[in-house]
């Protein structure tokens, strides 16, 4: 998905650092304030005053995700599956995955996977069924994530974005499962992912 270069002034500036002083109910929790203190096109991070269960001030940093993650399980009729590796500039490191993408929260979850599986590895699929709904680092963000299980499958050609350096692996599903027991697979959604389906499959 390309998005438009985020684009900053003083007004802008100006309107990030708005505090809203309407309080607001979080369960226990009370919201006294909250101020965006930094966003672009895929994040917003907010910093807030609050009021916590046990009634004492305090303050909390909340990453809002303007997109939802998608990750796909593209499973063949040998119980093969595809992984993509790229490097995770956050992290610092190369990681085995899924196919996975980000979705405008406007866009239909499904027609976002069947996208990110075509663009990542170029293959189309009959069959869709969602098997995941995740929540990724919910002490801190509030980032959401669907993952499908694909199946009749076919192979098209792919189309990785500009940004993306990936090399793509079909692998038996029990090497998979190996992966995320040897710690090689740590992206959550991926495991998550492989570890559903092989207690589907008995894995």
Known sequence: MIVPR???????QVKM???TDQAESVGP???????TVYENPWI????????TPADTDGIYGVVHFKSRAIGVIALDEEQHLWLVGQTRYALGCYSWEIPE??????EQPL??????????????????????HLHLSNSVCDEE?????????????ASPEATEDITVKRVAFTTAVAMVERGE???????AAILTIARRLHV
């Open 6 to 12: 985020f684009q900053t002034d003083h007004d802008e």
């Open 44 to 51: 917003r991070v907010s910093h807030d005053e609050v009021k």
């Open 185 to 191: 697979i740590t992206d959550a959604i991926s495991v």
């Open 111 to 132: 027609a976002a996977a069947q996208r990110e599986l075509q663009e990542e590895t170029g293959l189309l699929a009959d069959q869709w069924q969602q098997i995941l």
């Open 145 to 157: 994530a669907l993952v499908y299980l694909a199946t009749g499958l076919t192979q098209a050609q």
């Open 29 to 35: 929790w009370q919201r006294l304030s909250r101020e």
């Open 101 to 106: 993408g980000g979705a405008p929260l406007q």
């Open 17 to 19: 650092a708005k505090i």
